[in-house]
């Protein structure tokens, strides 16, 4: 797929994404048994209270919603390729994407295990603040609309993800993140992982 094609179908998809949000109170949501299993499902990787025990599987409590909704859409698309979740979400309607989304956006998140490097925390502070990266994150990192929670998120989840936008392994439509980290060093991404997964979640609100 050209480049030009890619952009093309990611801004449809997008589209219908905020269509989708827009109309989500209309959308039939699924039996509770039905729900409950595919709810389950990605428990099972992503924690039973949505927040994840496994390494290398990210935390979805607290995400926000349209966020988790969005996702979900581009692997159901095939436009976010991963072999495991593209099967798991293949089929499902908007109304289930929307249940589920809305089910890991309410469960409050925690903060992760492990004492923290205070030098390490305190570099990842400095690379977060000259990074910008509370400006689209906000300022406790708790994310919003599009644009996910890093606070007490896994730091080994926060690595990888770091070093793939680095190596323009990991892409989005909008590659801000790939030029903000191109060229940070291993080092640098483990520090701002670090700090970023040590940051206390935000309480929830409702």
């Known amino acids: 797929?050209?480049?030009?094609?890619?952009?093309?179908?990611c801004a449809l998809i997008f589209a219908g994404i905020g269509a989708v949000c827009a109309a989500?109170?209309?959308?039939p949501i699924p039996g509770d048994a039905e729900l409950a299993a595919k709810i389950a499902a990605c428990t099972s990787c992503h924690g039973a209270d949505g927040n994840s025990t496994s390494e290398g599987i990210p935390?979805?409590?607290g995400q926000p919603e349209t966020l988790l909704v969005n996702q979900l859409i581009l692997f159901r698309e095939g436009v976010r390729r991963s072999e495991l979740m593209r099967p798991l979400v293949r089929g499902f309607d908007d109304g289930t994407?929307?249940?589920?989304?809305?089910?890991f956006?309410?469960?409050p998140p925690k903060s992760v295990d492990g004492a923290a490097d205070p030098a390490l925390v305190e570099r990842g502070?400095?690379?977060?603040?000259a990074g910008h990266c509370g400006t689209c994150h906000l300022p406790d990192f708790s994310g919003r609309a599009q644009i996910p929670r890093l606070a007490g998120q896994r730091?080994?989840?926060l690595v990888a993800t770091l070093t793939g936008y680095r190596n323009d392994v990991r892409t989005r439509p909008d590659t801000s993140m790939n030029d903000i980290m191109r060229g940070a060093s291993d080092e640098e991404i483990?520090?701002?992982a670090h700090f970023l997964a040590r940051q206390a979640p935000p309480a929830m609100t409702h």
Request: hydrophobic residues 50%.
């Open 1 to 9: 797929m050209g480049d030009r094609t890619a952009v093309r179908r």
């Open 24 to 27: 989500s109170a209309a959308e």
């Open 59 to 61: 935390s979805l409590a």
């Open 97 to 103: 994407i929307i249940a589920i989304a809305r089910h």
């Open 105 to 107: 956006a309410a469960l």
């Open 125 to 129: 502070r400095e690379l977060a603040k």
């Open 155 to 157: 730091e080994d989840y």
């Open 190 to 192: 483990r520090a701002l």
